[in-house]
Structure formats: C-alpha cells, structure tokens
C-alpha cells in the first residue's frame, strides 16, 4: 500500500512538472505579444516618442538628445526598433527613468513587493471570506443566511472599489480612529510586522471584498451543483455524515470553479490594486504607475504593463498546480 | 433565415417574475430618464457655482443632495454625470461586443487554426492587466471620450468573443447550417445571416454585464483624474470630493451610490436575462 501511494506521489510531480514546463512555454508567445502590443502603443503616440520624453524631462541638449536617439534606435526602419526593443526587454532593460533616476527596471523592482503584498492579502481574504459565504449559502440554501449572503454579495459586487475604501476611510478612520488613513507603516515608527498589518488591514478590505463576492456566488452554485452528484449520494449511502460529506467530498470539488476564476482573474486582481493604491498612499506599482502616468513617463508606464503581464502568468502557473493538486484526475493541456 | 425555436413571450414573462431583475430594470429606466432629461431639470450648467460651499444634505430644501466644496448643486451634477457615465457605459459595451462577436464567430466558425490564434489573442488581452491597459491607452493617446471608450472595449471583449465562439461551434454543424451549405451559400452569409441571429441571445445577456464593468472602469479612470475633463461623470465627482472627507464625506458618498446602484441593476437585468434564457440554471 505504501510502495503504491509513493509511485502515486513521484508520478503526480512529473506530471506537475511537465505541466510546468508545457506552461512556461506557452509563455513566450503571451509575452512577445505584450512587448508587441506596447511595441504599436509607442508607435501611435502622438508626435515622436523622444520628443515626448525630451519635453517632459527638459532635455534640451543635443548632444543628449543625439544620444537618445541613438539608444532607442530612432534612424532604423520599424521591423529592426520592434526586433531591437524586443531583444532590450528580454534583458530586462527597459530603459532609464529620469524622474527617478534609476533605470524602470529598478524603480518597478522597489515597488513590487508592496503591491504583491496587498494582492496576496486580498486575494487570501476573498477566498475565506467568499468560500466561507458560499458554503454557509449553499448548506443553508433558501433561509435567510442565504438570502444574507446573496445580498451582501451583490452589494460589494456593484461597489466600485476606490469608493469602498474611501467609505472604509470615513468609518474606520475618521469616524472611529481605529485605522490609519493611508500608508504603510507609521512615520518614525519601528515598521515593524503588526504596524503594516495594521494599515494592510482596510486596503485589503477594499480590494478584497470585490472578489469575495464572487467567490461566494459561484461557490454557492458549485456547491449546489456537486451535492446532486453520484458520488456524494453513495457517500451518504454509505453512513457517512452531512458535514463530513460536505467538508471531505463536495467542498473539495465545488473549489475547483472558483480556483479557474481565481486564475482567470490575476489581471483583474493587480490592475485593481492600482486603485486602491492610490486611494490608500499605498507605496507599491499602482502609486509608481500614478506618478509615471501624471508625469506622461512612459518608460515606467510601459514597463509596468510588461511586468505585470509577467506576473500575470507566473500566477496563473501556479493556480494551475493548485487546480492539478486539487483535482488530480483532470490532465491539464 | 432559419431560426430556431425561441418562445418570446414565455421569455418575458420568466423574466418579469424575476423580481430583482424587474426592480433592476425600473431603476435603470429612471436613471436612464434622468439622462436624457437632464438639461429639462437643470438647463444651467451643472459645473456652475450657486451656493454655499459644503452644505449637508437636508441642510438647504433648495439643494437636496447638498453643495460641494465650490458650491455646486450635487443633485444636478449626479443628474448631468448620469449622462456621461452611460454614454460611456453603452458605448464601450458596443464596442466590446463588436469585437467579440467579430472574433468568436470567425473563431468558432472556422475552427482549426483561425480559432488556435483567436483563442491565443483572447488569452492575451487577459493576461495584460486590465485597467493599467486603460490607463496606458488614455495617457498615450489622450483622454478623450473616444479614447476611453476604445480603450474600455479593447480590455472587455475577450468573454463576449468566448461566449460567441462556443455559441457557433454548438450551431455551426446542425442541419440548417448545413442545408444552408448544400444550397450554395457563402461563409459570410451563413455566419452574419443564418447562425449569428441564433447565437446572440446569450451575447445580448453578457453584454448588459459587460455595460456594468465598462462604468466601473470608466469611474475608476475619472477618479483617477484621466477622465474627459469636459465630462463630468459620476467617477470624477468621486475623485473631487476626496480631500474633504474628513469635513464632509458625503461629498465623495452619494456618487459612489449612483454608481453603486446603477452597477446593481445592470447586473440583476443580466441575472434576469439569464435565467429566463436558461430556466433550468435557476435557483443556482
């Protein structure tokens, strides 16, 4: 039995494994065409992109300017720019931003971590608190905690988040004083693991809230549908009880719709957390993209768009091994 | 035109028992009537100063929502900003629509390879995170009404175009289509004229969703500060309002109801919508 369940375990890492690498490959398309998207987004601008550039930096030089031309390769034909950008991204060169002056690279790379933060939080409070509704909806399926939770998800459904937070603001830290305004950690204070969780606490609440409701909804319905399956009734046939069939058997399976969601929506998830940034001074990619987009600094704006993408895809890669470990029957193309 | 069995009245009468759907659909009419009167309620313009700053709701009967920070009448500014909100709503709906239904019905249609690199580019457009695509758009090639509008249906229509694939590829071998086939007739009049009539249903119903997200992302890019500055909508007013939520926040709340409630109803329409074209679906 044990020789069994360890030649199970080795066979499912390969598969995970080869899962991982058929992923990685099909990656390379899906960035060549955010690079070629990006590509056509500078090339419709409006006016040359260096004279963009030069005006917003008051570069009047024009030795610089020469210099300029010369890095972003102005001269070649289109074909050659678009080979060349191509190659200067898969070298994560993507040019220098002056504001800042650092290259994009670095000034994307120290505002990563705050916004992977506030994702991870979010979408870790979304999945508790919306598979936790839905179960609850769906066990007490047509009573008024059913009806409490379609409510209330409908409602955070249809909330824009950006005004979400402000609401939260309003109550929780002007009214009450509980939570600080903004920010991450207190000025002059130790910055120490309770203080950003303590202003991680209502951006989490605004952004997250937003997908709990959907996870609730569509975990209701897939809860709903499962417990009509075959396999449930012949666990209850068996003697086992409700909520061991419920938690063991259908909460299980009714997951793996939400974790498809789940996936399908990283985009959604990062791009929303630009808002909330910028509602809560949160210092990470949504206030670097506001910065760059009100100083029309287009590298950083591009640069974002790309490695957003990127993280984009690498956790779409990794809900795709939740999903496999999840449902190990389901051969993933 | 082959089209198949469809039983209309049945149809409304499944959805008007719907009571959220029935609520949904009255509040939008009353919006929608908000609209396109407003210049019959408030023919002056509604960015015009013409009272005390900051009076609470209530405080004065000739300001029912109150005044802003200049002293602007809120009530005409949430009527005025209903128009841009679903203009832009409605707009980048259509747009959205226009592409999906364009390269789901190609896809799905067609099959094999054509398909393979439509269902790669919707993947794509997914993959870009939406609003920051938005964003990058507008601050290019400048906010404009247009601009927005392109933009918005240039993040929306990948759902649209899925939706219209799985749609042809459910038609495109029944025997209608097929007798169309047998008779001669071409590609392009097959899908526009024969399949495209009995696929929209579904389509009609993700586009009113569809309508939803668009005035989300349209509001969050006024509050941005990126909107139109010649629009005021419902986002913008959001975005004035924030820096005086400490004195008077419900400069900031009652837009945000406004887009609130018409998201909600947009959405309980599009649940109605859905369980009356799909009967078995309900109470899922």
Redesign the interface.
């Known amino acids: 039995m044990a020789s069994i369940t360890s030649t199970g375990t080795s066979s499912r890492q390969l598969a995970a494994l080869k899962l991982l690498r058929r992923r990685l490959i099909q990656a390379v ?2 960035m060549l ?2 690079v070629v ?1 990006n590509f056509c ?2 090339q ?3 006016g040359s992109f260096l004279e963009l550039m030069t005006a917003e930096n008051q570069v009047s030089d024009p030795a610089t300017v020469a210099l300029l031309r010369k890095t972003y390769g102005l001269e070649d034909p289109v074909w050659l720019q678009l080979l060349k950008y191509i190659w200067a991204l898969a070298h994560f060169d993507f040019g220098f931003s002056y504001r800042q002056n650092m290259p994009v690279i670095d000034a994307i790379w120290i505002n990563l971590p705050a916004t992977l933060l506030l994702m991870v939080s979010s979408i870790t409070l979304a999945l508790a608190v919306g598979v936790a509704a839905g179960v609850v909806a769906s066990v007490k399926v047509r009573t008024f905690w059913d009806s409490l939770v379609s409510v209330a998800a ?2 955070f ?8 937070g ?2 939260l ?2 109550l929780f830290s ?1 009214k009450l004083g509980w939570l600080p305004v903004g920010g991450m950690a207190t000025i002059g204070g130790g910055g120490g693991v309770l203080d950003i969780l303590h202003h991680l606490l209502l951006p989490t609440l605004a952004l997250g809230l937003f997908y709990a409701a959907i996870y609730a909804r569509v975990m ?2 897939s809860m ?2 499962v417990a009509q399956l075959d396999f449930v009734r012949t666990a209850r046939a068996k003697g086992l009880s409700r909520n061991k069939v419920t938690i063991a058997h259908v909460l299980r399976n009714a997951l793996l719709p939400v974790v498809t969601i789940l996936g ?1 929506q990283m ?2 998830v ?3 957390s ?2 909330i940034e ?1 509602v809560f001074s949160w210092p990470g990619i949504g206030s670097l ?2 910065d760059s ?2 100083s ?1 600094n ?1 590298p950083v ?2 640069g ?2 790309v490695l ?2 990127l993280v ?2 690498a956790a ?1 890669i990794a809900v795709d091994l939740v999903y496999m470990w999840l449902d190990p029957r389901i051969e993933i193309r | 035109m082959a089209r198949l069995e469809f039983p209309r009245l049945e149809f409304v009468g499944r959805f008007s028992r719907n009571r959220g759907a029935l609520l949904g659909a009255c509040l939008i009419l009353v919006v929608a009537l908000a609209a396109l009167l407003a210049p019959l309620f408030f023919p002056a313009d509604p960015l015009r100063i013409v009272g005390t700053p900051e009076l609470w709701p209530g405080e004065d009967p000739a300001f029912p929502l109150g005044t802003d920070s200049l002293g602007r009448d809120i009530l005409a500014m949430i009527v005025h900003g209903a128009r841009a909100t679903l203009l832009i709503g409605l707009c980048a709906s259509a747009v959205a629509t226009l592409i999906g239904v364009t390269v789901g019905a190609i896809a799905g249609y067609f099959g094999g390879w054509v398909d393979e690199v439509a269902m790669r580019a919707a993947e794509l457009f997914q993959t870009i995170p939406n609003l920051i695509f938005v964003l990058t758009i507008v601050v290019i090639l400048g906010s404009t009404l247009t601009n927005i509008v392109i933009a918005i249906g240039i993040v929306s229509w990948t759902s649209i175009a899925r939706m219209t694939r799985a749609e042809f590829l459910a038609l495109r071998d029944r025997e209608f289509v097929q007798a169309c086939r047998a008779m001669g007739m071409g590609n392009g009049r097959i899908i526009v004229g024969e399949i495209l009539p009995n696929a929209l249903p579904p389509v009609i119903v993700l586009s009113s969703l569809v309508v939803a997200g668009a005035i989300l992302f349209e509001s969050a890019v006024s509050f941005l500060g990126l909107g139109d500055p010649n629009l005021a909508s419902w986002g913008r007013l959001v975005g004035d309002g924030r820096q005086l939520i400490r004195s008077s926040w419900y400069i900031c709340a009652i837009p945000g109801v406004a887009i609130m409630l018409t998201v909600l109803c947009l959405n309980l329409i599009g649940d109605g919508l859905n369980d009356a074209l799909n009967p078995k679906l309900r109470d899922r």
């Open positions: 398309p899906l065409g955010v998207i987004l500078i419709l601008a409006p409908m409602f459904f249809a909330a824009p988040s950006f005004w979400l402000i609401m603001i309003v002007v209701r319905s709903l549908e399908v985009g959604t990062l791009a929303g630009v808002v910028s993209l506001f987009v009100s029309r287009y704006v591009l974002i768009m957003g993408s984009v895809i779409n």
